[in-house]
């Protein structure tokens, strides 16, 4: 099910509201979203909760205002401010857009000391909030596309194209370092994942048994591989296909009228389930 998420409202919180309308405990999300921010949220229910990495793997379109001149220590407008700058003159378009350019490509980029990492088996937030010091160390993201919209001093608008793992917070923070001035995520609306956009999504008071899709919508972006009888009741039981075709990396694995039994990775010229929606019986 597609959710558009609206402000003030924890990812927990359309989990919970999915429970309520559908009636069901195994409910789970692919990408969590922050209180402040809105936007596409994607829940997995049943056997399809098992999905989500697959999911969460695609890559993710955001809308964001930036604010140039005051830095907060959640790197959000949720936060504290901690600096404000006013400078004598604001950057120039030229030297954001350099700036952001400067952003695009493999990133080391600092997760923010309010985030979901964990710091000895305790969630950085909760240190946060705690008044500990939180110092992580900067992770590997994929930053593909960042295109800059409206710029009125202090605020600047954003379309970011990221991969797993990104901080849109923590990319507000340094495009506002590598101008000299603090900054941080204002608003942050995310509009995709994978295939799917916020213009498809229902929101919290529609939720409905008419509003899910089916498992096999869910990975629409992996390859499809249609199964035989003999082959599909091999997949129920978690055993490894041959391939038709050498292929590399996952597919999903379709019973002959299309519906998804499994998510299977290719391992030596065989399908070898990961993921199996239909066990044999």
């Not at 924890?10 to 559908?22: M, N």
């Not at 400078?87 to 952003?103: C, F, I, M, N, Y």
């Amino acid at each position: 099910m597609l959710i558009d998420k609206p402000v003030g409202w924890t990812s927990h919180d359309v989990v919970a509201a999915v429970r309520r309308q559908l009636g069901t405990r195994s409910v789970g999300h692919a990408g969590t979203l922050d209180p402040f921010a809105t936007g596409l949220l994607v829940v997995l229910i049943g056997r399809a909760t098992r999905l989500a990495r697959f999911v969460e793997a695609g890559e993710k379109g955001y809308e964001a205002t930036i604010r140039f001149g005051i830095g907060t220590d959640t790197d959000d407008s949720a936060g504290t401010p901690t600096v404000t700058v006013e400078p004598d003159a604001w950057p120039t378009r030229e030297a954001l857009e350099q700036a952001a350019a400067s952003l695009e490509g493999v990133q080391s980029q600092r997760p923010p000391a309010y985030s979901a990492k964990h710091v000895g088996g305790t969630r950085a937030y909760v240190l946060a909030r705690a008044g500990e010091t939180v110092d992580l160390a900067p992770v590997d993201v994929m930053v593909h596309r960042l295109t800059l919209g409206e710029w009125t001093p202090p605020m600047l608008t954003m379309h970011a194209t990221v991969g797993r793992g990104t901080y849109i917070r923590a990319l507000a923070r340094d495009l506002g370092s590598r101008v000299g001035l603090p900054a941080h995520c204002a608003t942050l609306r995310r509009t995709s994942i994978g295939p799917f956009s916020v213009a498809d999504a229902v929101t919290p008071e529609e939720i409905s048994l008419e509003a899910l899709r089916s498992p096999v919508e869910m990975v629409a972006m992996l390859p499809q591989v249609r199964l035989d009888a003999a082959a599909a009741r091999d997949v129920g039981f978690g055993r490894s296909v041959p391939q038709q075709d050498a292929q590399e990396g996952h597919a999903a694995l379709l019973a002959e009228d299309g519906r998804l039994l499994a998510v299977a990775g290719a391992v030596n010229g065989r399908w070898q389930p990961e993921v199996v929606l239909e066990p044999a019986a």
